[in-house]
């Protein structure tokens, strides 16, 4: 899927949580913003640019991690992941290759690098880049980032 979907372009005049509801890759995203109570977060002003786990990347999470973490009891450590994935302000891709250890929303540093034309946030690979929104900018990764225990 490249960045020149008619569903992207589209989707500057929407905020995250819009755009996330509309990209049909970002489904279980959505569903976890919403356990989080963070929806409104995502919707406010902002600017966020947010390394969004498609569903793939979920479903790779081990076999009920995401079922545990949408549990009520749980919001804390869902929080704290979701969170993990959200840099303040607004970086395209060319700005997030200029980062090492960008420092998250969630209070960790996540390492940058780049192997030839990937580019990886954590432990996952960008793998569509720059989708823009009115209050930020969305990169889909192909792996969920757990925060360590802090």
Same mark, same amino acid.
């Given at each position: 899927?490249?960045?020149?979907? =008619? #569903?992207?372009?589209?989707?500057? $005049? &929407?905020?995250?949580?819009?755009? +996330?509801?509309?990209?049909?890759?970002?489904?279980?995203?959505?569903?976890?913003?919403?356990?989080?109570?963070?929806?409104?977060?995502?919707?406010?002003?902002?600017?966020?640019?947010?390394?969004?786990?498609?569903?793939?990347?979920?479903?790779?999470?081990?076999?009920?991690?995401? =079922? #545990?973490?949408?549990?009520?009891? $749980? &919001?804390?450590?869902?929080?704290? +992941?979701?969170?993990?994935?959200?840099?303040?302000?607004?970086?395209?891709?060319?700005?997030?290759?200029?980062?090492?250890?960008?420092?998250?929303?969630?209070?960790?540093?996540?390492?940058?690098?780049?192997?030839?034309?990937?580019?990886?946030?954590?432990?996952?690979?960008?793998?569509?880049?720059?989708?823009?929104?009115? $209050?930020?900018?969305?990169?889909?990764?192909?792996?969920?980032?757990?925060?360590?225990?802090?």
């Amino acid at each position: 899927m490249s960045t020149n979907d =008619s #569903n992207v372009s589209r989707a500057g $005049n &929407k905020n995250l949580v819009d755009t +996330v509801a509309a990209n049909g890759s970002f489904h279980t995203l959505g569903k976890a913003l919403e356990a989080a109570e963070l929806t409104h977060v995502f919707k406010g002003t902002g600017p966020y640019t947010i390394f969004a786990p498609t569903d793939a990347a979920f479903e790779k999470l081990p076999k009920d991690t995401l =079922s #545990n973490w949408l549990k009520p009891e $749980n &919001k804390a450590e869902l929080t704290s +992941v979701l969170k993990y994935h959200v840099l303040p302000g607004r970086a395209s891709a060319a700005d997030v290759e200029k980062l090492t250890t960008p420092k998250m929303m969630q209070g960790q540093t996540a390492t940058v690098t780049k192997d030839g034309d990937k580019l990886r946030i954590g432990g996952a690979t960008l793998t569509q880049t720059d989708i823009t929104s009115s $209050n930020g900018i969305i990169h889909a990764i192909d792996t969920v980032n757990v925060p360590t225990k802090q």
